[in-house]
């Protein structure tokens, strides 16, 4: 496992402050935060190349805070790889291994064997990925620490190491802890998501948990939530209709419903809109938070059993392949639907369309 | 159109002061090697003295740059790897030597390792003396030679990015093996040439020598020992047989720097 108990640690200006988070034994986290947050610097302090100076860190269940790099048992992956240059990819590979055959081995799995004769100087940055996972995973090492290590590799290939990695981390028990700006990314591999920003950790948790419920409206931002409305958290006098929705769909993230949870009205500033939601906010100022694919958009009235059903007109239909985002002005208040481009062009959505946008009262995280 | 006929002036007037500094720096040693090269060459042959002080220089010179290539390669990578209280202070003592008048800096050795000195004194009475012996020589041209040395280590070491050490510490090298694996390596091109220069800064120094040791003679104080005593003829063919014959080296480890592709990362 990998366990942060308020560790802080300085490089020149920069500080890591109160980093505490766990990723339990055999598990895989993934570190996300906007550039200049600490991510590397993180992963650094984890591996001893960089020293705390207070804090504990504990590697595989054992103290590990004032443990050499070499001691730590872990693999250390670079984005930019940092592949020896004065050596063959075959002797980069093999520099930590114990055996020429399993560092073999994890290179064909990767598929970096075929890089093996080739002079460091002529990878592509892709493959230098490739070559610089393969030495890492070649040691076997009980903590893989992984700093945006797919990041030159292409889409097909990307996908491939993704799922060897990931199968490699189940096979020998390790834990993993894995920077990444790809937030699908974060979702399809982590157990835990840590979010850092300024040095500090800003929340941590399960990724489906940190996307649905972002601690704050910066975080929801930065996770790329499109409708973060500011306003004013009320009671709600009707939380029956709240009530059947928890009945029917479970709590918020699809989990089981949750006794403290309770139905709140959501008023957005500088808007006669009232949004109904179900949450644990006290009232009074606050942000609703509202993901893009949790909107629904229709022709026509009550097309969907949502408690929040809006009218308003379309004025803007963004399509990125199969997904199109279409903007709904709600009483001013712009909203952004994701939907597949497939029923935008059977909605016929395009600017000046009235429609209607509905989400239900569980979709909407006050914060 | 304006813009090329700005550009090809540009680049006229950069090759005509780039043309003009390189005769400024070529002009004086190839008037000396023409002048007096060929019968220094022949005079090897005939004047043992003259022999006796190139070898003299070459194995010097050559001690005096392995002795800070060994001493001063730690302190090197001490100063580009690691900050630490006092560093900037540290740094600027070792670049101090290059400051001193080069007789005033043999002074200080002679004062430092002379007869009067506690330490000279004791070496003598261990047998071994400084001032006016091999090791005065060797003293004096690690002295002036070896700030030239540490400063470009200093940046070999510093063009190394300490994040291919901390992968190899990962892989599990400890800090010693990790730098002797990694780090030597990818220095090792900025280091001959730091040692290039050390070696050539020896070679040629004169000032803390002359102080320090007068005899035996090295070829800078026998070039100057000519001169006042003979006259400039005599004095020539002794310093363009010196530049013919380190020249030599010079050019074999210029070439394996320029030819290797190690080193240059």
């Given at each position: 496992?990998?366990e942060?108990?308020?560790v802080e640690?300085?490089?020149g200006?920069?500080?890591l402050?109160?980093?505490?988070?766990a990723?339990?034994?055999?598990?895989?986290?993934?570190v996300i935060g906007?550039?200049?947050?600490?991510?590397?610097?993180?992963?650094e302090?984890l591996?001893?190349?960089?020293r705390?100076?207070?804090?504990?860190?504990?590697?595989?269940?054992?103290?590990a805070?004032?443990l050499?790099?070499?001691?730590?048992?872990?693999g250390?992956?670079?984005?930019?790889?940092y592949?020896?240059?004065?050596?063959?990819?075959?002797?980069?590979i093999?520099?930590?291994?114990?055996?020429d055959?399993?560092?073999?081995?994890?290179?064909t799995?990767?598929?970096?064997?075929r890089?093996?004769?080739?002079?460091?100087?002529?990878?592509s940055?892709g493959?230098?990925?490739?070559?610089a996972?393969?030495?890492?995973?070649?040691?076997r090492?009980?903590?893989?620490?992984?700093?945006?290590?797919?990041?030159?590799l292409?889409?097909?290939?990307?996908?491939?190491?993704?799922?060897?990695?990931?199968?490699?981390?189940?096979?020998?028990?390790?834990?993993v802890?894995?920077v990444?700006?790809d937030?699908?990314?974060?979702g399809?591999?982590?157990?835990?998501?840590?979010?850092l920003?300024g040095g500090?950790?800003?929340?941590?948790?399960?990724?489906?948990?940190?996307?649905?419920?972002?601690?704050?409206?910066?975080?929801a931002?930065?996770l790329?939530?499109?409708n973060?409305?500011?306003?004013?958290v009320?009671p709600?006098?009707?939380?029956?209709?709240?009530?059947?929705?928890?009945?029917?769909g479970?709590?918020?993230g699809?989990g089981a419903?949750?006794a403290?949870?309770?139905?709140?009205?959501?008023?957005?500033?500088?808007?006669?809109?009232?949004?109904?939601a179900?949450?644990?906010?006290?009232?009074?100022?606050?942000?609703a938070?509202?993901?893009?694919?949790?909107i629904v958009?229709?022709?026509?009235?009550?097309?969907?059993?949502?408690?929040?059903?809006?009218?308003?007109?379309?004025?803007?239909?963004?399509?990125?392949?199969?997904?199109t985002?279409?903007?709904v002005d709600?009483?001013?208040l712009?909203?952004?639907?994701a939907?597949?481009?497939?029923s935008?062009?059977?909605?016929?959505?395009?600017?000046?369309?009235?429609?209607?946008?509905?989400?239900?009262?569980?979709?909407?995280?006050?914060? | 159109?304006?813009?090329?006929?700005?550009?090809?002036?540009a680049s006229?007037?950069?090759?005509?002061?780039?043309?003009?500094?390189?005769l400024f720096?070529?002009?004086?040693?190839?008037?000396?090697?023409?002048?007096?090269?060929?019968?220094?060459l022949a005079?090897l042959?005939?004047?043992?003295?003259?022999?006796?002080?190139?070898?003299?220089?070459?194995v010097?010179?050559?001690?005096?740059?392995?002795a800070?290539v060994?001493g001063?390669?730690?302190?090197?990578?001490?100063?580009?790897?690691y900050?630490?209280?006092?560093?900037?202070?540290?740094?600027?003592?070792?670049?101090l030597?290059?400051l001193?008048?080069?007789?005033?800096?043999?002074?200080?050795?002679?004062?430092?390792?002379g007869r009067?000195?506690?330490i000279?004194?004791?070496?003598l009475?261990a047998g071994?003396?400084?001032s006016g012996?091999?090791?005065?020589?060797?003293?004096?041209m690690?002295?002036?030679?070896?700030?030239?040395?540490?400063s470009?280590a200093r940046e070999?070491f510093?063009?190394?990015?300490?994040?291919y050490?901390?992968?190899?510490?990962t892989?599990?090298?400890?800090?010693?093996?990790?730098?002797?694996?990694?780090?030597?390596?990818?220095?090792?091109?900025?280091?001959?040439?730091?040692a290039?220069?050390?070696?050539a800064?020896?070679?040629?120094?004169?000032?803390a020598i002359?102080?320090?040791?007068y005899?035996?003679?090295v070829?800078?104080?026998?070039?100057?020992?000519r001169?006042?005593?003979?006259?400039?003829p005599?004095?020539?063919?002794?310093?363009?047989?010196?530049?013919l014959?380190a020249?030599?080296?010079?050019?074999?480890?210029?070439?394996l720097?320029?030819e290797?592709g190690?080193?240059?990362?």
């Open positions: 496992m990998i942060c108990v308020s640690a300085r490089v200006a920069f500080s402050r109160d980093v505490t988070f990723v339990p034994s055999g598990g895989y986290g993934v906007p550039a200049g947050s600490g991510k590397t610097t993180l992963l302090v591996g001893g190349v960089i705390s100076t207070t804090g504990t860190i504990r590697l595989g269940g054992r103290d805070t004032r050499a790099p070499e001691a730590r048992r872990v250390l992956v670079y984005q930019h790889a592949l020896f240059p004065h050596l063959s990819v075959a002797r980069n093999v520099y930590g291994a114990s055996g055959a399993g560092a073999r081995e994890i290179a799995r990767l598929g970096a064997d890089l093996w004769a080739r002079d460091v100087q002529s990878l940055g493959e230098r990925q490739l070559v996972l393969a030495r890492a995973l070649a040691r090492p009980d903590v893989l620490l992984l700093d945006e290590p797919f990041s030159a292409d889409p097909r290939r990307r996908a491939h190491v993704r799922r060897e990695v990931r199968a490699i981390h189940r096979e020998l028990g390790m834990t802890l894995q990444t700006h937030f699908a990314e974060a399809l591999l982590g157990d835990v998501a840590i979010l920003d500090r950790v800003l929340q941590h948790g399960a990724p489906d948990e940190v996307f649905r419920r972002p601690a704050s409206p910066y975080i931002e930065f790329g939530a499109e973060v409305l500011a306003g004013t009320m709600c006098d009707d939380g029956g209709v709240a009530g059947e929705e928890l009945a029917a479970g709590g918020p699809g419903a949750h403290s949870y309770r139905a709140l009205e959501f008023r957005a500033a500088g808007t006669s809109l009232t949004i109904v179900v949450g644990e906010a006290d009232p009074g100022p606050g942000h938070v509202i993901r893009a694919e949790e958009v229709s022709r026509a009235p009550g097309a969907s059993s949502a408690r929040n059903s809006f009218r308003g007109r379309v004025i803007d239909v963004a399509t990125t392949g199969a997904l985002r279409v903007t709600v009483d001013g712009p909203l952004v639907a939907l597949t481009t497939r935008a062009r059977e909605l016929a959505l395009a600017p000046g369309v009235d429609v209607y946008a509905s989400f239900k009262a569980m979709a909407v995280h006050l914060c | 159109m304006a813009d090329r006929a700005l550009y090809r002036l006229v007037v950069t090759a005509l002061v780039a043309s003009c500094f390189l720096l070529a002009a004086p040693v190839g008037q000396l090697v023409s002048a007096a090269g060929a019968r220094g005079e042959g005939s004047d043992p003295e003259l022999r006796d002080a190139l070898a003299l220089t070459a010097t010179a050559t001690i005096a740059t392995v800070g060994v001063g390669t730690p302190i090197a990578y001490l100063i580009a790897r900050a630490f209280r006092g560093r900037a202070l540290l740094a600027a003592v070792l670049d030597p290059l001193i008048p080069h007789p005033v800096a043999g002074i200080a050795l002679l004062l430092a390792l009067q000195s506690p000279g004194n004791a070496l009475a071994f003396r400084i012996s091999r090791a005065g020589i060797i003293c004096a690690l002295f002036v030679s070896a700030p030239l040395y540490l470009a070999a510093a063009r190394v990015d300490p994040r050490e901390a992968v190899a510490r892989l599990g090298d400890p800090a010693w093996r990790a730098f002797r694996r990694v780090t030597l390596p990818l220095a090792t091109r900025g280091l001959v040439a730091a290039v220069v050390m070696w800064r020896a070679v040629s120094e004169f000032g002359v102080v320090l040791t005899n035996p003679k070829v800078s104080v026998l070039s100057y020992d001169f006042t005593s003979y006259g400039l005599e004095a020539l063919p002794v310093a363009a047989v010196l530049v014959l020249l030599v080296p010079l050019t074999i480890l210029r070439a720097r320029y290797r190690a080193g240059d990362f």
